[in-house]
C-alpha cells in the first residue's frame, strides 16, 4: 500500500482516521456537537438506534436530542445523568484513495453502578464510509450496530468482510 506522489501514506491515513474516531467520541461523551458533527461530511449520513439522519446540521441536532434521551436513562446512584465513556476497539481501516472504510468495535461503560462505580454497559460496532474533504477525513456514513437492541444486532457475518466487500465495489463504481 505504496503511497503515491503528494498523496498521504496509509499510516498517516490510519492515523488520521483514528483521530477522527477518538474526537467523535469524546465529542459524543463530553456533549461537544460542534465538534460531533464536524466529524461528518455536510451531506454525511448517521444511522443509529433512533433512525437515520443526514446532513451535518441536522446530525448536530439529532445528537443534542439524543444527549437529552439518554441524560434521563441512564441516571447515578443518585439520580444524576451518568457520565459515559465510549472505547473503540479492534478497529480495521480500508483506504482506497480519498475514500475510506472502517469497521471498529465499541462499549460503553458509565458510572451507574452501585454507588457510582463503573459498569459496562451496551456494546456493538461501527460500519463507517469516509471521505477526505479539503485534506481531512470525515464520516459520509456511520452505521451504528448495537448488539443488545432488537433490529439493530448484527447478523452473523464478520463485518470485515462486509466492509471489505463495500470497499472492491466502490473501486468498479
Known amino acids: 500500500m505504496g503511497a503515491q506522489a ?5 499510516a498517516e491515513d490510519r492515523a488520521a482516521i483514528e483521530n477522527l474516531m477518538a474526537r467523535y467520541l469524546f465529542a459524543m461523551d463530553w456533549n461537544d456537537f460542534d465538534t460531533y458533527a464536524d466529524c461528518f461530511t455536510e451531506d ?3 444511522d443509529y438506534a433512533r433512525g437515520i439522519t443526514r446532513g451535518r446540521e441536522n446530525i448536530r441536532a439529532e445528537a443534542r436530542r439524543f444527549k437529552e434521551n439518554v441524560a ?3 441516571v447515578d446512584f443518585e439520580g444524576k445523568p451518568a457520565k459515559l ?3 473503540v476497539n479492534q478497529t480495521v481501516i480500508r483506504v482506497e484513495g480519498d475514500r475510506a472504510f472502517t469497521t471498529a468495535q465499541w462499549f460503553e461503560m458509565a458510572n451507574d453502578g452501585p454507588e457510582g462505580a463503573p459498569k459496562l454497559g451496551t456494546f456493538g460496532h461501527y460500519e463507517d464510509e469516509l471521505e477526505r ?3 481531512e477525513w470525515k464520516f459520509r456514513r456511520r452505521k451504528i450496530w448495537n448488539e443488545f437492541l ?3 444486532e448484527s ?3 464478520n463485518p470485515v468482510r462486509t466492509m471489505d466487500e463495500k470497499a472492491e465495489s466502490s473501486r468498479v463504481a
Open 150 to 152: 432488537p433490529g439493530r
Open 155 to 157: 447478523d452473523d457475518v
Open 133 to 135: 474533504v479539503g485534506g
Open 72 to 74: 434521563e436513562l441512564f
Open 44 to 46: 454525511g449520513e448517521l
Open 6 to 10: 503528494g498523496q498521504p501514506s496509509y
Open 85 to 87: 465513556r465510549h472505547v
